[in-house]
């Protein structure tokens, strides 16, 4: 620490892929609070990363990353089969983890991961960057705030058609851990189950698979659920049904003093309840959420106190993932 300014936070992505591209790009916005680093099987992969996005070095193999005494945590930003062995791994090795989501494929790794930080004492966040874009942090706070009374309904819509290549890794369910909804629709899973209210019961129906393609993935999912103050929900995700401007679609949230619609990427938040009719913009500005996770993150680090979305907070999604696939 010099003077009130923390120390960056040293960072190691375990993988140089999609997503590791991805948080790359919004940590550009947190400057020299957060110094990256880059490690892959692929040597020059590495490196291309590192010279990219400044990073501050690049190594061949992921042991050497974890192994590295300048790194403080890493992200492990690979297929999740591969998830639990590395998190556990940089555990034992001293290091925080960010790990994408989802996180591990089953209950079990969870309470391995959680027993394992517990012995280490370090700080493990799930990636669930949703819970911090500004739309999530809105909608709790105008269910909060009461601007549209006891709620009553709420529905989730996120339907896109944007289909995988035949060798994506996404098709294999080991590698994957499960279907498209399991490996992303569980971002919606989470916004569903983070507003206040908590899920108490909840079912999935599947629709029929579509005819052999490219992506041989159980692509949709529709999810029905019961919330503890007596509401009940649904969620429908699908990567496979066409949407307006390839990916425009509207969720509301219904109470019995008026109703929230919302795009459901985050573009707008209209209200019409107590009070005169809001049309709200959460903004433009980190609205996946990633920046906000990772100042998040560094809180965590730097206080030794847990992260919003801490294994205990992905334990509960879980929950509800194992009871949607029962």
């Keep these: 620490m010099i003077g009130s300014v923390p120390a960056p936070l040293r960072l190691a992505f375990l993988g140089c892929g999609f997503i590791t591209r991805v948080h790359s790009r919004h940590l550009r916005a947190l400057g020299a609070e957060v110094q990256p680093g880059y490690a892959s099987r692929d040597a020059a992969r590495a490196e291309a990363y590192r010279r990219e996005f ?9 042991d050497a990353a974890i192994a590295d005494p300048q790194v403080d945590a890493v992200v492990v930003a690979v297929p999740p089969r591969y998830h639990r062995d590395l998190t556990l791994q940089a555990l034992a090795a001293g290091k925080h983890v960010l790990v994408e989501k989802p996180a591990f494929p089953t209950m079990a790794d969870f309470e391995t991961v959680r027993d394992a930080r517990d012995r280490a004492g370090r700080v493990v966040l799930v990636g669930e960057n949703d819970h911090y874009k500004p739309l999530a942090v809105l909608l709790r706070r105008l269910l909060q705030e009461g601007a549209i009374g006891e709620m009553v309904f709420a529905h989730f819509t996120t339907l896109a058609r944007r289909l995988k290549q035949a060798d994506d890794w996404r098709n294999d369910e080991s590698m994957a851990g499960g279907d498209a909804f399991f490996e992303e629709g ?15 019961s909840i079912q999935g129906f599947r629709p029929d698979l579509a005819p052999e393609d490219q992506d041989r993935r159980a692509k949709s999912m529709l999810v ?5 103050n007596g509401a009940v929900g649904s969620l429908y995700y699908s990567r496979e049904v066409p949407s307006l401007l390839r990916g425009l679609r509207v969720s509301k949230l219904m109470g019995r003093a008026g109703i929230i619609t919302f795009e459901s990427n985050g573009g707008f938040v209209f209200v019409r309840g107590r009070g005169l009719p809001r049309l709200l913009f959460p903004g433009l500005r980190d609205i996946r959420g990633y920046q906000a996770m990772y100042r998040d993150f560094a809180r965590a680090i730097r206080t030794g106190t847990a992260p919003e979305m801490s294994l205990e907070r992905a334990i509960d999604d879980q929950r509800l993932m194992d009871q949607i696939y029962a």
């Design 186 to 200: 569980i971002h919606w899973l989470h916004i569903a189950g983070s507003l206040g209210p908590s899920i108490t």
């Design 54 to 62: 400044s990073g501050m070095a690049a190594w061949s193999s992921y």
């Design 224 to 228: 029905s659920f019961r919330y503890d």
